[in-house]
């Protein structure tokens, strides 16, 4: 299998620190590096046994199952790239298959190679500090009697399915390596659960201040949570029509029985879908009714100004009036003009205030 | 059968107060107790008979129905969850049917397993107080001769339908349990006609103050009602690929003459479908119209201010002219400088009021 | 066939004042009471004869046609609801058809019921003293040698038919029941057209106030137009469907010369639709343009605002600064202090003036 | 043939003045007189011939085409009714192709009657005084070994497909009538680059003006462009099903080495509509680029006449409290008085500045 | 083959430059003279040799390919219209074919003539200094043992894959022609990742100053982005079909393990699309944001102005009140008006303070 990994003319490699101009013949990730050393975990289990191992490198033994056992490998790590085409040389994988794993830029996949299946799903993880999704690409390659997980690095998201594994009489134990890849689809997929409820509860907290306290904040927030929805989307999204193919497929890898399971997966990513879709309208009109907040503050300040302006400005005008110096102003050297002029003023306050009223201004 | 439960190992418990990580073995409802006491009401008749009978728990004789009988069992409440798995024991239903009847959080759903279809529908219920759209989930199970219909609570929507099966000669006692669940399923539709008949009532009350008298609330209003119309969507629009699923459905459960019953229910979920997918886009344009009003009041707003301001400042400037102390001003010691002033003033306001009117904003 | 009325179990009232929990056993309709009594209109017409005779009731002879004669049945009117029966009783007419008679809430629909096809339109009326479109439903009933039309009041639509019966030779003489149901039918389309242009001269008479003097009324029309044509599209784009399936229909009820004719009503139906959606966007895009122009608008109060304000207040402030009564003001009492202020006002006017004119403001 | 002009029953007649109600037996033309006598214009050509002919009517020799030859039949001008009348009797078409041929209102359309294919397709005339688009419409009529193109008017664009035939072997001459109707819609078909560049030249024009310097004007080109581009597409979106049924009619008149031609021209049309879909993104886009624009545009008045008020507005309330009359002010008596103040003016004035600048107002 | 260059008839000069009324028989490149003249190099290899040669015309011997060689012909610039001509002759390409590669806006495209798939792409260059997207057409013509490329200028974009052919061993050495069609359109592809991540760092650019500090210029490259992202859809979208085809195509010209090749490439594309699709709705929100935005500026600063007004414009009035001449206006000569006046100008401002507090302007 060499000779694949050496023809490997393939150069996708989206962050420029990575040349693009690379020699063939050799597989490359552009995982950043999350973990230092890859960590491989064996499991096989039938009805009777049950064995867990960790070990350093893939040995040519590895497709070596006892008869009636299935075998699950879980690969967590994938900057070691050779441990990657040593599983790719001993389970014979296409080198199209080894490359997709090894960029965690894909978008998820399903591919039939006839021996083997091939996923391609994302987990979602919710960063707190960076206020933000991130994800890790998990690769499942679902064969006859074994299933091959591959993480970008360790974590506790498949620990409830060992767990189960080892109750003897656990349904997990009773059947193919088909129901286990179900399993680990179905914990992927209940996982987005968790990211929409994320997503459903920001909204929440942005509609308290949207209309009654808009701030450049809230502005903020929403573009942040609509960038959010679309990039949530571009991983979810295809994982619909994923489960569709598993829902139907008629590969010998899947058996009869297993369709009803992968239809109720089916339900729950068009379940999730749906949600986000209404998300994605719901933060859409949000915008609209931040514009139309932030118009509705500006005209309660253009109010206030307009009144102020209004009522003082002409009584200003009267009074500087009479500021003016000119020698023959009646009205000035008249007993009654002030008393009169302070009348007047007061009517015109008034009449002002009247008219505000009936505009229902104030 | 108890093994399907023991087996159970989905955990989508949406409420995160529910744990996620739940060992296998157990049916949890997400119900919030809405029912303290799952009540059973066992209804069996056909053309000559009838019998309505309360039940406190699920026998093993359930599945004895009369030769030719029809039993209707209605069960009020979930959060019992040993009677919904006793149900699935006697007539043998699939662990993931349970599931669903029991996470309230389903969208509606339709799935032929051959001797049972199973559907799922949601009442919808217009809570007053809290002003939006509360839902009620209700799980239907059609068998040969039985329909099992399952509710979060007690309703008296179905009452009308026990109350024909009560008249001898009425068409329910005449016709199979197809014919029953038909009339369920028209009855939560025709339920869906006044949801509609309310957001068509929302919005007439949100038009009349939308263009006149724009306010902060008619924003509230127009956002609340997008929100529910979004989610109103969610309930009833996958109504319609259930129903013509029923429409064109080759179960055995399912009689030919049925098929005009079911072509009938799908024009009214698709016209219930087609007046929401209306007010929807009326609620979008109400948006940009109030954005527009608020704009307008804004602009009335700005011409009072400018046209008193336009009249008044000149007018003070020149006031506050002849205010100034200089000593050789020959205007103020002219005894035509009063007059002359005055008419100029006059004359000032005049040309603005001139200019406002033919710009037309007096 | 009292039997199918007794059974009919529907309740869809969508007007609140019908009861909905209504017992089995009657039509009701929702008309409200257009027409005191129902007019029954028959004509009967052959190549050689033609006969028109106006009835009271439906007699049980309604279905002896004479041989090779077409029988046209006009019926207008649906508040006498026992006349509705008697065509059920006497047509065999299936219970669902006659309640979509009656409820005149339908969406335009058609369906094949092998012995007669059914197919509901909408007639369109522009109310002008409402300013919005009045629907009238009209039902059409396809049998193999009569057609049936029940509308809701009379109307003169459909007599240029009749005057071209009556023509010895006329081409409706000539041909089938399926050809007269087609010249109801074009006719019913062609009156679309007088609505679409109704709704183009409405574009175009707000479309010139839009731009260059928007009023709170051009909004007020611009929303008003754009919900009648939401309630249009509701009356008008399922026709096409039901066009479409006329041209492609197998049934025996239409004979093959037919479907060209069918096909070239259905090319009217989509221009129709086509001219709508235009319209539709139209409208949506008149909604941006309102509020560009009211902000244009905005921006010319603004500027007269600002123009005023910003050469006259500096200039009122050194107004008042030399109104200030300090005793050592020497500007003051300097014979040249005068003239020079009144130049540097000019001065400071001009300076105004010219960084206004770089702008662009005047 | 006369009885299917007498039959004719259909009326369209969109424009009000045509009365709707029209006695049955005769064809209308809602054209507007732009040719006063219709021009005809006869080409017949094989591989040695050519010969071109003006006559005044339509021949009953007109379908006596010499064995091997094609004859191209031009009618310039649809108002002389009894031309086209004709025409429909000599080749035997069907009375609803005659109407469409006289109602200018057509969208395009194809249709096969077997004996001859019914293509209606809109030249597009840019009309520089009107700015505007005008349509004519183009009816080509395709039968076995004749070509009738029918026109609004005489125009010059079929003009160098004539000197083509003219030529003794230019391909034309060579291939038969299909490839004459080829070369045809290609022609018109090309003429619609030039549509779509004009277009592309408005948007540009609009572009410069767009965001530097927006005006009411600018508005008025958008939405005039806007609706433009709705009518254009009306135009032309139909063609592209027109031209993907000729490339894979399977008609007899049409040769199978025509298809790759068909090909071709159906990607013109579909580059052609994917830039006026391009366009009217754009130009949608340029209503909210308007918009912000203009709110651009009022932020910077409003920061001329906030920065000039709030600087003068308080110095000019200090020069109004020292031009009070009190008796008992002792900083008017103060020979500092008036050098102090000057001071405290100039530093209110710096510090309004400085916040100004901080805030980069200025 | 002259006779097809002599009757080609078309005429698409979408420049106006080029005349639309062309006299047939002569093949038109609408090129900019890229490149002075047409460079053209041959490549011929097969398991064990090598050749790389360059040409200056096409020869007749061009045909003559080794036996089991692989022949890849590499044309650079399309000015010199003959040496296409000749191409067209000696591989006997359908007139069609040549036209689309001498006329550079064609879409992207894809067709099988049965001997030769013709292919036609678009390499998207970021020109810097125009801040846009060049586009470069590249022609491949698929033969069953030969490739033909037809670029618009030299570059260096294939060099890789020339780089590899050298290597004795290989991929490109061992397999077809198809192969290296595969490995060709796979280049230009993985180029298109570049496209996307420019347009990905320009919007965050954006972004930056979308919220925060919005220009005028800012809204300038928002507008820009959406007509690139417009154009780069234009080029990039129908790619996607082109790749589906020949993953799917049954041509023999393409061997049946290339299939996952080119779903390989098609997962790419669609990625690709994917993004840009995400793209295009960001840069639709940011209109929407920078709109937003603006207003929330216009906000701050109409609270400054009302602030300084409200609070200066009713003192300005009480100081211009006892600035006024009037004789008998007793607070002016009592010796507590001037101190009591100055408590009350306190008060007013503090009280105006407390309500601009309390509303949270200050």
């Known amino acids: 299998m060499l000779k694949v990994i050496n023809n490997n003319e393939k150069k996708k490699y989206l962050k420029k620190s990575k040349k693009v ?5 050799s597989l490359v990730t552009n995982a950043e590096k999350k973990t230092e050393h890859t960590k491989i975990k064996i499991i096989d289990y039938d009805k009777e046994s049950f064995n867990i191992e960790n070990v350093l490198k893939i040995e040519k033994s590895i ?9 699950w490998i879980i690969i967590d790590g994938i900057t070691q790239v050779d441990i990657i085409k040593d599983v790719g040389n001993q389970f014979n994988l296409h080198s199209l298959v080894l490359e997709d794993i090894l960029n965690t830029n894909q978008t998820p996949k399903f591919e039939d ?6 996923i391609v799903l994302k987990k979602l993880l919710w960063d707190k500090n960076k206020n933000k999704f991130e994800t890790e690409q998990i690769s499942i390659i679902l064969g006859e009697n074994y299933v091959i997980v591959i993480r970008e690095q360790e974590s506790t998201i498949f620990d409830p399915i060992i767990d189960r594994i080892i109750i003897p009489k656990g349904r997990v134990r009773l059947m193919g390596a088909d129901y286990l890849a179900y399993t680990l689809i179905d914990i992927i997929i209940d996982n987005y659960f968790i990211v929409q409820e994320i ?4 909204i929440e907290e942005i509609e308290d201040s949207l209309i009654e306290d808009p701030q450049s904040e809230t502005l903020h927030s929403i573009y942040k949570l609509k960038r959010s929805t679309l990039e949530l989307r571009k991983s ?6 994923i489960i569709n193919k598993l829902q139907r497929e008629e590969s010998q890898l899947i058996s009869d029985n297993m369709h009803i399971y992968f239809r109720d997966i089916y339900d729950h990513i068009f379940r999730i879908n749906d949600s986000l879709q209404n998300y994605r309208e ?9 514009l139309s907040s932030i118009s509705n503050k500006m005209n309660d300040i ?13 009584l200003s005008f009267i009074a500087g009036f009479y500021g003016m110096n000119f ?6 050297s008249s007993p009654f003009g002030y008393p009169l002029l302070i009348l007047l003023m007061i009517m015109i306050a008034f009449i002002m205030v009247l008219y505000f009223l009936r505009k229902k201004w104030i």
Chains 1, 2, 3, 4, 5 share one sequence.
């Open 63 to 71: 497709m070596n199952i006892g008869k009636g056992k299935i075998r």
């Open 236 to 241: 979810i999204w295809p994982v619909r029509e």
């Open 282 to 290: 719901i933060i859409s009109g949000m915008l609209d009714v931040y």
């Open 199 to 202: 997503v459903g509860e920001s």
């Open 113 to 118: 190679y006839g021996d083997y299946i091939f």
């Open 327 to 332: 020698i023959n102003m009646p009205e000035i």
């Open 302 to 314: 253009m109010k206030v100004l307009t009144i102020i302006s209004t009522i003082f400005i002409p």
């Open 21 to 25: 101009g690379l020699p063939p013949g």
